[in-house]
Structures are given as structure tokens and as C-alpha cells.
């Protein structure tokens, strides 16, 4: 199975701060989804991607789907605490949810 | 606006004992899923259904078994739990394919 593979795998940064979270792949997904997972809770959808060089704005994140579609990324500006959390991208392709593959995952911490 | 539970949160079990997890969704949902989180590895899928009365085998499926005898619970069961098994569990639900709605999360450690 093709893992997508994200970098990096571990963030610390100060609050205010502006990030980048990759999510690569060498295979061709028809869609992308970014997710957030706190602490002890599942993941929550935040943007799916279904267009090559899309570009999706959610306040102060920013996703991009690939142009070829094989990978995306997550650009945060001004990090706050509560951006705190595993960021997973999940990438699909079709025959139904159950072919969705998960990244590796980022864990981001933002200090106050 | 329950959305997906998940019994129980946390579980120690012994090498060889058994065990079911529970999961329940009141979104009436056709699809539901079962996942273990690893670090490093991301969510892998281990059974999943279509709907009520059918299962499927996902990704890493060994040693674990599923049942789906109502719309709204998926059960997955371990019959002689391994240390391999100690991992975070999930399970989710669609509608279609969209967005998955995950519960909290079972901890499990096989000792």
C-alpha cells in the first residue's frame, strides 16, 4: 500500500509563526483531504481538494492541491496554540472511501 | 449530537484474551470503518461495511473479525489478542464517500 508520506513529521514552533506541512505521494489521487486530530479525540475533516492547483483558503490555513495531483500542502500563517494538534492529509481515489489512503502525519505544537 | 461513540476508551488485555469493541453512529450512515493508529504509520484500515449485514477486509485484517448486524453498530472483535495489537483504534462512518466522521478512540495495550 502507498503511504503519503508528510513532512515534517514533528513541529515546534513560538505562536506567530508562519508553516508549511507537505503530503507527498507517487500515486495520482482523485481528492485530498487535510484532517486535524487533538489530543484523545479522531481526526476532523478540515478541506477536501479535488482539482489540480486548487487552492483552498479555511482563515489562516491555506491548502494546495498538487497540480499533477500526487501531493499537497498545508501553509498555517500565524500559528496559534490552538492550531496544536496531528494533521493528517488522506488521499483518495475512487471506488469509495474504504481506497483512501492516510498520510504518516505532522504533529504540530505551537508555543505560547 | 452524538455523531460516533466508541466503547471502550482504554483497555488492558493479556496476551490470548478476547475482546469486542463497540462502535455506534446515529447519522444513519451506509459505510463504517475500522482503523488502528500507529505512530509513524498513520490510520490503516482493518475491516470496513458497506451497509447493514456485510463486511469486507481492509488493509490489515489479521487477527481481528467485524460484524455489522445493524445499521448504526460495527462491532470488531479480537479472539486471542497479540502484543502487535497494542494501538489506537478508530472507527468511522460515511455517507458515501465525503467526509468521515471519527469517534474518540479506543486505547488498547496488549500485555
Known amino acids: 500500500t502507498q503511504l503519503l508520506e508528510q513532512s515534517p513529521q514533528f513541529l515546534s514552533i513560538q505562536e506567530g509563526e508562519n508553516l508549511t506541512v507537505y503530503c507527498n505521494s507517487s500515486s495520482v489521487f482523485s481528492s485530498l483531504q487535510w484532517y486535524r486530530q487533538e489530543p484523545g479525540e479522531g481526526p476532523v475533516l478540515l478541506v477536501t481538494v479535488v482539482t489540480g492547483g486548487e487552492v483552498k483558503k479555511l482563515k489562516r490555513l491555506t491548502f494546495q492541491f498538487g497540480d499533477a495531483r500526487k501531493d499537497s500542502s498545508l501553509h498555517i500563517t500565524a500559528a496559534q496554540p490552538g492550531d496544536t494538534g496531528l494533521y493528517l492529509c488522506?488521499?483518495?481515489?475512487?471506488?469509495?472511501?474504504?481506497?483512501?489512503?492516510f498520510g504518516t502525519g505532522t504533529k504540530l505544537q505551537v508555543i505560547p | 449530537n452524538a455523531g460516533v461513540t466508541q466503547t471502550p476508551k482504554f483497555r488492558v488485555l493479556k496476551t490470548g484474551q478476547s475482546m469486542t469493541l463497540l462502535c455506534a453512529q446515529d447519522m444513519n450512515h451506509e459505510y463504517m470503518y475500522w482503523y488502528r493508529q500507529d505512530p509513524g504509520m498513520g490510520l490503516r484500515l482493518i475491516h470496513y461495511?458497506?451497509?447493514?449485514?456485510?463486511?469486507a477486509k481492509g488493509e490489515v485484517p489479521d487477527g481481528y473479525n467485524v460484524s455489522r448486524l445493524k445499521k448504526q453498530n460495527f462491532l470488531l472483535g479480537l479472539e486471542s489478542a497479540a502484543p502487535s495489537q497494542t494501538s489506537v483504534y478508530f472507527c468511522?462512518?460515511?455517507?458515501?464517500?465525503?467526509?468521515?466522521?471519527f469517534g474518540q478512540g479506543t486505547r488498547l495495550t496488549v500485555v
Open positions: 461495511s458497506v451497509g447493514e449485514g456485510t463486511t
Open positions: 468511522a462512518s460515511t455517507k458515501g464517500f465525503s467526509e468521515a466522521f
Open positions: 488522506a488521499g483518495a481515489r475512487s471506488g469509495g472511501y474504504q481506497k483512501v489512503t
